[in-house]
């Protein structure tokens, strides 16, 4: 990729500037040949007071305003790789959408002097214009410093894999108004305006797909879905993908918890989607063990119920604390020495070697005597101490 360095007045990039109000986005400069906010740019935010008459100021007193990217995407055709924000701010300035003191009082851009609106009109901005493919885009992004807040993953994704598919994707995930927002979000953290969904419901379909092991490359599955996919303008797949695992979890449980929101869903409907489960008895399952203190990791019940309440590592069960475990320990092995038999009660039911042996407190680890998953607590009566060969033998059954 050889990037051209080259120098733009003010004037020329606001040369028809257009704004959409309502999508709070800047459209066109260069007379149209410039597109200011491409599909994958998010929303104009420099609207805010501050940043905004930042960019102006700047300009009157003649501070750089720092690089601007363009992608060139066309003969004579150009998008806004970085740089929208700043650009937007110099056009809405130009179109009186908003006041900047100067010279002590809040002037409109027409309020201005001839002179200081040709010094505004006159500054010249310098922009690289890069011409090249995705990997060279990816390159760059990855090495140029970009000014402001940065851009998030998936923001960046959007701006390499620009083209129909990520379009045509955005409009549906990335859709502030869209009627199912509110279920998205239930399960999957948003917000849309930063591609959150969008980054799911990617990470979803291409995580599904088994990915033959000659296109198995470097790259990750969600680019390699991307790059599939980047002229395509049907994202039929993706789509009901998404809702196919958003209405699995939704159907599923007959309550929404707050515990649910940014699960890995995909990946449990990958796994439990073609079981089916007694609907009341999974959500009596799920309320119940919400209310249990003893789980400390609330987030692994829903995968817990849906593997048949097996595994209950996921729960991150409360244990025994030490100076528990101490006191029984003590008194286990003081009964044991009186009876001449192991101080592992499973031990002295043996009639190997170690049915008479003495454990050290290292030696051995707490037992629930009823399972924690068969209703016992973890309490000091339904503490045992088992050596360590027992215990493991115990948890694995
Ligand atoms: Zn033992």
């Not at 080259?6 to 606001?14: A, G, S």
């Not at 809405?92 to 002097?113: E, H």
């Not at 509110?182 to 419901?201: E, Y």
């Not at 244990?319 to 192991?342: C, H, I, M």
Request: net charge neutral.
């Amino acid at each position: 990729m050889n990037p051209v360095l080259k120098m733009y007045t003010v004037r020329e990039i606001c040369d028809g500037f257009e704004y959409n109000e309502l999508e709070g986005k800047g459209l066109y400069g260069l007379k149209g040949k410039l597109t200011i906010q491409p599909e994958y740019q998010r929303n104009y935010i420099y609207a805010d007071g501050k940043r905004d008459v930042a960019v102006i100021e700047s300009v009157l007193k003649k501070y750089p305003l720092g690089l601007i990217y363009f992608n060139k995407v066309g003969e004579d055709r150009y998008e806004v790789l970085d740089g929208q924000q700043r650009i937007t701010s110099l056009g809405r300035y130009i179109k009186n959408k908003f006041d900047v003191k100067y010279s002590g009082k809040f002037k409109s851009f027409t309020g201005l002097d001839k002179e200081v609106q040709d010094r505004i009109l006159d500054t010249e901005l310098l922009v690289y214009v890069c011409e090249g493919t995705e990997e060279e885009i990816k390159e760059w992004f990855k090495t140029i410093n970009i000014v402001g807040i940065p851009l998030n993953k998936q923001e960046e994704l959007n701006a390499i894999y620009s083209g129909p598919f990520v379009s045509a994707c955005k409009a549906e995930f990335s859709n502030t108004e869209h009627t199912d927002k509110q279920k998205w979000g239930s399960f999957v953290k948003g917000p849309a305006n930063r591609q959150q969904f969008l980054a799911t419901a990617l990470e979803w379909v291409a995580n599904s797909k088994t990915v033959s092991p000659d296109t198995a490359s470097s790259k990750d599955p969600v680019e390699a879905y991307l790059s599939k996919h980047r002229r395509d303008d049907n994202i039929k797949e993706i789509k009901t993908y998404f809702e196919t695992v958003i209405n699995w979890v939704d159907n599923l449980f007959d309550e929404i918890h707050p515990e649910m929101c940014g699960l890995p869903w995909g990946d449990l409907y990958e796994r439990y989607g073609k079981k089916s489960y007694d609907h009341t008895e999974v959500s009596a399952k799920v309320k119940q063990l919400l209310l249990d203190d003893y789980v400390q990791d609330r987030r692994g019940i829903f995968e817990y119920v849906l593997g048949g309440c097996k595994e209950s590592r996921l729960l991150n069960i409360r244990l025994f604390d030490k100076s528990t475990q101490r006191r029984v320990y003590l008194r286990q092995t003081e009964e044991a020495k009186e009876k001449g038999e192991s101080n592992c009660p499973l031990c002295a039911l043996g009639s190997s070697s170690n049915a008479k042996r003495i454990y050290k407190f290292e030696e051995m680890d707490a037992d629930h005597m009823t399972a924690w998953s068969k209703g016992g607590k973890t309490t000091e009566d339904n503490c045992q101490m088992l050596c360590k060969t027992h215990n493991q033998a115990k948890g694995n059954r």
